[in-house]
């Protein structure tokens, strides 16, 4: 199936496939991902650790976690534990090996999952994060109502997660990059043809921030607040579980 029908579709179809695309590219991830942003992602996932509140002795879940990089900096910052979870188990075999360099590694672990049906009780973690996950979920609602549900009472969420910018000149300029430029660096080096012309389509029809507010007050989060990244290109979101458990 091509990547522009593939966005369209949600459900198990989605999710099987977005599995098989980043178990395919996760030895190239994180090259891409940082010579792609121009390593900008990496202060973006500095500015979305800022704004989450968690103690040293707290648990953060960090869902789609890919190969940790959102997982390490919640650890550096915030010295808590960090869970991460992810249905591309390749992704986080390359997150393991990381994890033996850095200082932090101890406080990591990671675990296979499906963040639509999370192997976790009801109020496990004080924190969940998200990075440029929540887009790839086949049922972003399930997903939501999930990250709520393992939350404690008072626990935060952090989403990251790429949107489109409002100055129109800009937003012509950044998605010829996005549309044109980008797909052809990502295919040539991660060899696959697809992943990274499914990234801008899979944006393109992410929800608009005042809808994607919406889904999370649906999903049962209050207090939801954005941060928008260099004009748009990227936004933080954060909820809170404020319901009793
Ligand atoms: C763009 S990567 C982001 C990885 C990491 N958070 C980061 O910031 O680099 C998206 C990740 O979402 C994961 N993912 C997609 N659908 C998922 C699902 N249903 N449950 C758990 N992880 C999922 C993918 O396997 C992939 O590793």
Redesign the pocket.
């Known amino acids: 199936m091509k990547e522009k029908e593939m966005v369209l579709t949600r459900g198990a179809e989605r999710?099987a496939y977005?599995?098989q695309m980043?178990n395919g590219i996760a030895h190239r991830y994180d090259f891409l991902?940082h010579f792609l942003s121009g390593g900008v992602d990496i202060y973006w996932r500095k500015k979305a650790i800022d704004k989450l509140n968690v103690q040293t002795d707290d648990m953060v879940l960090d869902?789609?976690?890919?190969?940790g990089?959102?997982a390490l900096e919640t650890a550096k910052a915030k010295g808590c534990r960090v869970v991460g979870?992810?249905?591309?188990q390749r992704?986080l075999v390359f997150g393991k090996q990381k994890l033996q360099k850095k200082k932090q590694g101890h406080k990591i672990s990671y675990i296979n999952?499906?963040?639509?049906f999370l192997p976790f009780k009801t109020g496990r973690f004080n924190g969940v994060t998200v990075?440029?996950?929540i887009r790839?979920?086949?049922d972003i609602h399930s997903a939501l109502s999930e990250m709520k549900r393992i939350l404690t009472k008072n626990g935060q969420a952090i989403i990251l997660e790429f949107s489109l910018p409002v100055n129109p000149l800009f937003k012509s300029l950044y998605l010829f990059y996005f549309n044109h430029i980008l797909p052809k660096i990502g295919r040539a080096v991660s060899s696959d043809s697809q992943a990274y012309s499914y990234l801008p389509a899979s944006v393109e029809k992410f929800p608009a921030v005042s809808e994607f507010k919406g889904w999370m007050h649906d999903a049962g989060f209050s207090k939801i607040k954005h941060w928008a990244l260099l004009n748009g290109v990227a936004v933080i979101y954060r909820g809170i579980n404020e319901e009793e458990l």
């Not at 979870?85 to 591309?88: E, H, S, V, W």
């Not at 999952?113 to 639509?116: F, H, L, S, V, Y």
Request: proline share 0%; aromatic share 12%; hydrophobic share 40%.
């Open positions: 999710k977005v599995k980043f991902n869902l789609a976690c890919g190969t990089d959102f979870t992810d249905i591309a992704m999952g499906d963040g639509e990075a440029f996950g790839n979920m086949g």
